[in-house]
């Protein structure tokens, strides 16, 4: 077995689970700027899958109680463990600033406040709607 990467867009897309997916998927692309590559709906206004594009970028995301699976079991909502996360996001963007003041006109949580970082760049960390943690900031890792 080959752990070659396959050639596509992005070889990394992190999953999360909200309980109000519709509300989140058109807060993330009201306030940050993802695109709806594919939405797809469930009973009860849920979603059993989505796919958020964001440059070369994606999250994919569902509905807590559309999907009872092995793979959501696997999965707690932040508010279920204290707030605590056991992974972040990070998203690499032109402009922090204009993305910063999006999320507090959203009234995104800031959690860590806009700075230059020491090894470069200038980012912010903020809570989502459901409490997840993501990260923007100018610094790109691949330059």
């Known amino acids: 077995m080959s752990s070659t990467p396959k050639q596509t867009r992005a070889n990394i897309?992190?999953?999360?689970?909200?309980?109000?997916?519709?509300?989140?998927?058109?807060?993330?692309c009201s306030t940050f700027g993802f695109e709806k590559q594919l939405v797809v709906p469930g009973e009860n206004d849920?979603?059993?899958?989505?796919?958020?594009?964001?440059?070369?970028?994606?999250v994919m995301l569902g509905s807590?109680?559309?999907?009872?699976?092995?793979?959501?079991?696997?999965?707690?909502?932040?508010?279920?463990?204290?707030?605590?996360?056991?992974?972040?996001?990070?998203?690499?963007?032109?402009?922090?600033?204009?993305?910063?003041?999006r999320a507090i006109s959203a009234r995104a949580q800031i959690v860590m406040d806009i700075k230059d970082e020491d090894y470069g760049g200038r980012s912010f960390t903020c809570r989502d709607l459901e409490g997840h943690v993501w990260t923007f900031g100018t610094y790109d890792p691949f330059e």
């Open 46 to 58: 849920t979603i059993l899958h989505a796919q958020l594009s964001f440059g070369n970028g994606m």
């Open 13 to 28: 897309i992190p999953c999360l689970r909200y309980r109000n997916a519709p509300a989140a998927i058109d807060w993330l």
């Open 64 to 101: 807590t109680s559309a999907i009872d699976s092995e793979y959501s079991k696997l999965m707690k909502q932040p508010d279920e463990i204290d707030g605590a996360q056991t992974q972040t996001i990070c998203v690499v963007v032109t402009d922090a600033d204009a993305v910063y003041d």
